[in-house]
C-alpha cells in the first residue's frame, strides 16, 4: 500500500516536526509513504475567503500532484476536510475537473481516521500513560466529516485520560480569514476556549491552525498551556 | 446602527465585556436545551420532513399564497399585501385612522422590527406597548431586540433592576419576580384599555386560513384577544400547506427554539369573533409582507433561506453571535441566519462585511430544524463579496499572489525560507494581515526546519 | 393594494419558472404511543409545569373541588363547564377573579397540551393568576394532529394550546411565572365528566349533550328582577327582594320566609335547559337540578324565559 503524504502549508511550516511524526508513526506500521515534492496548499484559505478563482488554482496544483495514489493522509482535519468535502464544488458544472476532484476526495484520509479506518489500527501502544489531555474538535473535521471518536479512541487506547471539555467542540475563533478580519472577536473565541479548558498535561487536537490560534493566544496572555499536535502524541504513544 | 459589522463588534467587546457574558450564558442555556430536546424524539427525521414541506412550499409559493388569501377572506379576515416596508407602513397607516387607534399592544414580531411600526406608531400620535417581557425592557432601554427569541439576553439582571428602578419606580433590589410584577402591572392595564393588537405569524396555514402564533408568556394571545382590532404582520414565507403540518412544525419550533415539548401558549386564529362568542376582536387583518422575500426566492444559492422558522437556534450555536449579541451586526436579523438573509432582503453590498462575521465552524447547519445551509450560503455571499472587488484590491492581489506561489513549487519553497530569514517581521504590527495576527499572538513561529527539509534531510533517506 | 399584489405574484411566479415543484413528503415521524393517551398527557403535562390530575368518576372531581377551590375567593367560569365541576364560588368578571375554570375540547399526550376554545370565552382563560382546566379523559388524543384534525371541520375563531404555566426567562435568564398569561395550570382530568354525579346534594341526573351549552342566563336580566313581585306555578306570591354577584334572595309574601338562591343552580338549570332538557315545573326542577326552592327558582326561570 502506497500512501502519499499530504502535510499541508501550515503543518509544513508550523508543525513540521509533528508531521514527521506522522511519516514516522506511517512507517512503524509497514505503511510505505511517499512525499511528492511539489505540493503546497490545498486551497482553503482563498476558499473561505471567497476567492475562488484562486482557490481553483490551488485545488488544481493539488489534483495533479496527487493523481494516482492509493491514499493521501494529512496530518489536518481541517485541509482533509477542504479535499474532501469542498473542494468538488468549487468545479460545479466543470465534469472533467468535478470528477478529478471526487476521485481525490474518495482517496483522501485525515492521518487518525486513516488508521482507525483503512488500517484497522485502534491501538497504537500505551506511550501516552496517565497523560491527561484536552482534546479539541476542529469545526470541519468534527462536524463536516464527522471524524470524532477515531482520535479520541486512539489517545484513550494509548493510556491518556481525555479530561471533559464543556466547549471541546465549540469553534476556537481561527477560522482562516476570520482570525485577521475580526481580531477581538477571533481572540474573545479563543478566551472561551482557554477560559474553560480544564486542568491538564496538553492541549491537542488534528488541526494546527486551531493549536497556534489557541497556543499564540495563551502565550500571549501568559497563560501556560503546552499544545501538542495530534500527530506527535500519536506518535508517542507508539513509540513512547 | 450604520456602523459595520468590524468595528461595532470591536467597540462593543471593549466597552460593554458584560454584554459577552450575557449572550455567552443564556445562548449556551438554550442550546444545550435544545441539544437535550431534539434527543427526546428522532430530531434528524423531522428536521428532514420538515425542510422538504418548506422547500415543497416555497416551490408553489404564488399557489399557496392565493389559497390562504382565499380562506383567510373566507373565514372573516381582510387581507392586505405589502411590497415593502413603506406599503406596509401605509396600510397600517389606514388601519389606525380606520379604526380610531389610540392605543396600541404588541405581541413580538421581528417583522415589525423590519418594517420600523414602532416608530410609525409613534409618528401617528399612537402609544404602543411592547408585551412580551424581553421586548418590553428594550423598549423601556430604547434598543432593538439583540435575538429572535431573547431580545433582551443581552442584559443582565442588575442591568433590567437599574433600567425598572428608573423607568417604573421598582426598588434597586428587586426580584426578577417583582420586576415581572411589575411588567405585568402596567401591560395589563395597557392590554385592557388598547384599540388594537399588533402581532406577527409564526404560520399560516393555507389550506385553512389559520394564523398560528406561539410564545410563552400569554402576552400574544392577550394582544389577539383583549383589544377590538387585531392586525397580524405575516411574511409572505411564513406558509404552512396543511393543518397537519403543525404536529411537527410547532414540537420542532418549540424543541429547537428553547428545548420545550410546545411553546406554552399556541393560538390557531381563524378569523374575528364571532357573535355567539364573550370576546375576542371584532376585526381582523392579515398583511402580508413581500419586503425583499421574493428577491431571495428567485436567487438560486439562497432562497432555501425563506425557510427559517425564526426559532434562534442558529444563533445560539453561533460561537461568533455569542461574542457580541446581535447589536453588533446593526440589522434586524443577527447571528447565521441575518448574515444570509440581510443582503438578500436589503444589499447585497452588506454581505462584504456580514459575510466575514462568521468563522465558517457550522455548528448553525448542524441544529437548524429546516435544514438551512447557512454555512455554504455565507460561503456564497463572500464569493459574491470576493468576485465584486468588495474586499479591497490589496486583499485580492494577496490571494491571487499566494495562488501563484503556490501552484510553482518552487516559489512556495522559496517563500518557505523566506519566512524563517524574515521571522522578525512576523510581529510588525504594521503589516497588513501578519500583523493582526501579532496582535493577539505574537510574532509566528516557525519550525526550525520546514517538513520539507527534514524531508529531504533526514525521511527520505530511510 | 392591489397593485403590490400584483407585483409580489409576479416576482414570486418569475422566481419559480425554472424550478421544479418539490413533491410534499409522506407521514412525518411520531413518538411512540408506550403507554395510554392519558397517563402520557399526565406525564408531559407534569414535565411542564402543569399541576395535573386524574380522576375516574365526576363524584371524586367535585369532592376534589370542593375541598382545593376553597382557598379562593372568586372564579370566572366556562359556560362549557357543567355544573357540577363548577367551583362553589363567587363569579367575578376574568379581570377580577381569582380563578379562571375552563372545559377543554381535547388533550394531548405529546406535547402536555391542552385545546381550549374561544367560545367559552378568551379572557377567563388568560386572566385570572390560576387556571384549572377539565379535560374528559376520553377526549385525552396521543398526537397534536389527531387533535387538530377532529377540530378542522369546524374550528373556533381563536384555538388555543395552553401547556404549561406563563413564564418567561427575559430577565437574566431566571425563570419567572405568570407573566402574562396564570401562573399556575391545573388540568384534571376526569373520566366520565359530562355524566352528573348521582350523589351529589343536588340530585341532578339526566344527560347533557357532549359538549356543555352555556348556561344562557343573563344575569343582567336577573338584577333587572330586584324589587318585582313574581308568582310560583301554583300561584303563590313572592318579591325578589336582592340580587348579588351570586345569590337571588327571595321573601315569600304570605310566610315572610325568606329563601337564597344560588346562580350556580339557577345557571345550571338554565344550562341543562339550553342543552335540551325539559323541566316542566318545580318537582321537575327537583329531580333534574337542585333541591333548593324549586318553586322559587322555576318561577324566576320560567320568568326570564330560561326554562
Known sequence: ?240 | MAKGYKAAAREMLASQPEVRASVTKATLHFHANRERAYGEVDAESWRDWAATVKRHLLSRLDHYLLLAEEKLSGNGVEVHWAENAADAQQILSRLVKRHDVKKVVKGKSMLSEELEVNSLLQRLGVEVFETDLGEYIIQLAEEPPSHIVGPAIHKSLDDIRALFAKRLGTARDASPEELAAAARRVLREAFLSADMGISGGNFVVAESGTLVLVENEGNIRLTTSAPRVHVALVGIEKLLPRTRDLEVFLQLLARAATGQKLGIFTSLISGPRRPDESDGPEVMHVIFVDNGRSSVLADDEMQEALSCIRCGACLNACPVYRQTGGHAYGQVYSGPIGIVLTPGLKDPALAAELGYACSLCTACADVCPVRIPLPKQILAWRRRAAESGAGGPLEKWLFDGYANIVSKPRFYRMSAKMLRAFKGLTSAPWLPVIGAWASGHGGLEPSPKSFHQIWEEELANE | MSDARQRILRRIAHALERRWPVELPGDPWRQAEDAAAPTRFVQNATQNGVEALSFDSPQAAARWLAEWAAEFSSAAVSPHVPPWLQPQLPQRPPAEAELGVSRALAAVADTGSVLLSSSEGRRLQLLPPVHLVWVDEAEVVQHLGEALEALQENPPSALALHSGPSKSADIGQIMVQGVHGPGRLVVALVRGLDAAPKATRGKARGKTTRATPSSGLDWNAVRRLQGRTLATKTGKAFEVLRVTDNTVVIRVGSSEKSYTLRRKTLEKAAALARGGAVIQGPSDFKKKVADEAPAYAWAILRELGAI
Open chain 1, 1 to 240: 500500500m502506497r500512501v502519499a503524504f499530504f502535510v499541508t502549508c501550515l503543518a509544513d511550516q508550523f508543525f513540521a516536526e509533528a508531521a514527521a511524526d506522522a511519516v514516522r508513526l506511517l512507517r512503524s506500521l509497514d505503511i510505505e509513504v511517499v512525499f511528492p515534492r511539489g505540493q503546497t496548499c490545498c486551497g482553503q484559505p482563498a476558499y473561505n475567503a471567497g476567492h475562488w478563482d484562486a482557490a481553483r488554482k490551488m485545488a488544481l496544483h493539488t489534483q495533479q500532484v496527487f493523481e494516482g495514489y492509493d491514499y493521501v493522509v494529512l496530518p489536518s482535519g481541517s485541509c482533509t476536510t477542504m479535499v474532501r468535502a469542498y473542494t468538488p464544488g468549487l468545479f460545479a458544472g466543470d465534469k472533467p475537473h468535478y470528477t478529478a476532484a471526487l476521485d481525490l476526495a474518495e482517496r483522501t484520509y485525515e492521518l487518525s481516521e486513516f488508521l482507525v479506518k483503512v488500517l484497522n489500527v485502534e491501538d497504537l501502544g500505551d506511550g501516552l500513560r496517565g497523560l491527561k489531555v484536552a482534546y479539541h474538535h476542529g469545526c470541519h473535521v468534527s462536524r463536516e466529516l464527522g471524524i470524532k471518536s477515531e482520535p479520541v479512541g486512539l489517545l484513550e487506547a494509548a493510556g491518556a485520560e481525555i479530561v471533559p471539555w464543556q466547549a471541546d467542540n465549540e469553534c476556537c475563533g481561527f477560522g482562516g480569514v476570520f482570525s485577521v478580519k475580526n481580531v477581538p472577536v477571533s481572540l474573545a473565541m479563543a478566551d472561551h476556549k482557554l477560559d474553560t479548558l480544564p486542568e491538564v498535561d496538553v492541549l491537542t487536537s488534528a488541526d494546527g491552525a486551531c493549536l497556534m490560534h489557541m497556543g499564540g493566544h495563551a502565550k500571549k496572555r501568559g497563560l501556560d498551556i503546552k499544545v501538542r499536535h495530534l500527530a506527535s502524541l500519536l506518535w508517542e504513544a507508539r513509540n513512547g
